[in-house]
């Protein structure tokens, strides 16, 4: 199906209407110029210039056809009684007047006044995806109108071919492997495409239909490839409370770009992301932990503490300095085990957990049976677990400010023993001061009786 959004312009012999139309660099516009269906023979031209002194861009007396010239298109099509001029390549330099007119005689012709105004914009270069994965296209937009109309389409024998449009803001439209969506608050518009193949490799038009006046359009290549030097899938699985690994190569044509890992959630693009900006440095935030070897083209990623909640689609991908995404690797990750495992364990240490109590605070430790993984495999897994109660437990019955969080583990195998020793030397300082005692209350005893004795002697 062929797009043919444009200028109405209804052309009498005679006179002359005029009409307003912005176009945006790198870009372009089409105008379709209406004309009494008497003269479908004559011929059609698009010039620049006062009327006086028009210069034509293009001229064709060929019907139901593309004509083209440099950068300048027309198609008459006898049956709507319409041609439809298209300009590409725009730059402020088209800034100018043109007459849309019919041939009809010498001295009379119809036409219509059109001043193109051309303001300044970021063109959409040619970006790369690659077989079996996604791309994310952002066009830069600066739209005013509340509710203009969007077609993405693909050109093809002089044709663009529809492949999704919206007329909608700020919600996603889906359609088989393209989704849209069009954010007029920061004035962005998102195309996605899923599971590309070689056959999308081509040249893309979005249009944007402003009102019944006029369009304007935005065109890029899309460069699809196979290549060898990248998975296109790959599946990780590790035990709940462990730690995955993830390693995505990618192109060397992509070094300097930013990298991400995505998780793939209920709508078809990613979120949860996390992206590595500086080679060989490890990402400051995020869930997963990046780095990125340039030199060996080789994106790392780490996961720890994983639960049932991490089994999902990830995706390894590469950022342009535009913003443009192209995801190269799926990664299928699936935990093993559930996290009940770790809330038996947590249950088991409250309750084999014993504490004693002093005049100032209470400690709590934990017996060396307590713990019991079912394999060696969940060992290494619950051990973080095991960490976390431990802490939770001691920071219940001990001051903050006494115990900081990376020595709760010490804390009741140190005190325990400390506390016997203390108890031993209080005791053995009481056993020695009453013995003392004793001795010095018998030596006072006996002196008593040999006075006595004495006294009696005397007598």
């Known amino acids: 199906m062929k797009i043919i959004w444009t200028f109405t312009l209804l052309m009498i012999p005679g006179v002359v209407s005029s009409i307003s139309v912005t176009g945006y660099s790198g870009g372009g516009?089409?105008?379709?110029?209406?004309?009494?269906?008497?003269?479908?023979?004559?011929?059609?031209?698009?010039?620049r210039g006062q009327w006086s002194e028009c210069i034509d861009e293009i001229r064709t007396n060929t019907k139901n056809k593309w004509v083209h010239s440099g950068r300048f298109s027309v198609y008459d099509d006898t049956s709507a009684a319409v041609f439809t001029v298209t300009i590409r390549d725009l730059s402020e330099q088209d800034s100018d007047t043109y007459y849309c007119g019919t041939d009809i005689s010498a001295k009379v012709d119809s036409y219509t006044e059109v001043n193109l105004n051309i303001i300044t914009d970021e063109k959409i270069r040619t970006l790369t995806g690659y077989s079996g994965g996604n791309v994310i296209i952002n066009y830069k937009h600066k739209i005013l109108e509340e509710n203009p109309s969007i077609d993405i389409c693909k050109t093809s024998a002089d044709q663009c071919f529809t492949l999704i449009n919206t007329d909608r803001a700020a919600e996603w439209k889906h359609d088989g492997r393209f989704s849209v969506h069009d954010d007029r608050?920061?004035?962005?518009?998102?195309?996605?495409?899923?599971?590309?193949?070689?056959?999308?490799?081509?040249?893309?038009?979005?249009?944007?239909?402003?009102?019944?006046?006029?369009s304007f359009f935005s065109e890029f290549n899309l460069d699809i490839r196979d290549t060898d030097c990248c998975e296109?899938?790959?599946?990780?699985?590790?035990?709940?409370?462990?730690?995955?690994?993830?390693?995505?190569?990618?192109?060397?044509?992509?070094?300097?770009?930013?990298?991400?890992?995505?998780?793939?959630?209920?709508?078809?693009?990613?979120?949860?992301?996390?992206?590595?900006?500086?080679?060989?440095?490890?990402?400051?935030?995020?869930?997963?932990?990046?780095?990125?070897?340039?030199?060996?083209?080789?994106?790392?990623?780490?996961?720890?503490?994983?639960?049932?909640?991490?089994?999902?689609?990830?995706?390894?991908?590469?950022?342009?300095?535009?913003?443009?995404?192209?995801?190269?690797?799926?990664?299928?990750?699936?935990?093993?085990?559930?996290?009940?495992?770790?809330?038996?364990i947590d249950q088991n240490v409250i309750k084999s957990t014993a504490s004693f109590h002093s005049a100032d605070h209470s400690v709590s430790y934990i017996s060396k049976?307590?713990?019991?993984?079912?394999?060696?495999?969940?060992?290494?897994?619950?051990?973080?677990?095991?960490?976390?109660?431990?802490?939770?437990?001691?920071?219940?019955?001990?001051?903050?400010?006494?115990?900081?969080?990376g020595?709760?583990?010490?804390?009741?195998?140190?005190?325990?023993?400390?506390?016997?020793?203390?108890?031993?030397?209080?005791?053995?300082?009481?056993?020695?001061?009453?013995?003392?005692?004793?001795?010095?209350?018998?030596?006072?005893?006996?002196?008593?009786?040999?006075?006595?004795?004495?006294?009696?002697?005397?007598?």
């Open 29 to 47: 516009v089409i105008i379709t110029c209406r004309y009494y269906e008497g003269y479908t023979a004559n011929a059609k031209y698009f010039c």
């Open 407 to 459: 020595s709760s583990l010490i804390i009741p195998l140190v005190l325990v023993p400390l506390a016997l020793i203390i108890t031993g030397l209080l005791l053995l300082f009481l056993f020695k001061k009453h013995q003392s005692r004793g001795g010095g209350l018998s030596s006072e005893a006996g002196a008593g009786k040999h006075d006595m004795v004495s006294d009696a002697g005397c007598d």
């Open 185 to 214: 608050s920061a004035r962005l518009l998102r195309v996605f495409i899923r599971d590309l193949n070689v056959n999308d490799s081509g040249k893309y038009y979005i249009i944007v239909k402003v009102s019944e006046d006029y």
């Open 369 to 405: 049976t307590t713990l019991s993984p079912t394999s060696s495999s969940s060992s290494s897994s619950s051990s973080s677990s095991v960490r976390s109660s431990l802490i939770t437990e001691v920071s219940k019955s001990t001051p903050s400010s006494v115990t900081p969080a």
């Open 232 to 344: 296109k899938s790959i599946s990780l699985s590790a035990a709940a409370g462990g730690s995955v690994n993830i390693s995505c190569k990618y192109p060397q044509s992509h070094s300097a770009d930013v990298k991400f890992v995505c998780r793939r959630s209920g709508s078809d693009l990613c979120a949860e992301e996390t992206s590595v900006k500086e080679n060989r440095r490890w990402s400051a935030e995020g869930q997963i932990q990046l780095y990125d070897d340039r030199e060996q083209q080789l994106l790392t990623g780490t996961i720890s503490h994983v639960t049932q909640q991490h089994s999902a689609e990830y995706w390894c991908g590469v950022q342009s300095d535009q913003g443009h995404k192209s995801f190269i690797t799926r990664v299928l990750i699936n935990v093993t085990g559930t996290d009940d495992f770790l809330t038996d």
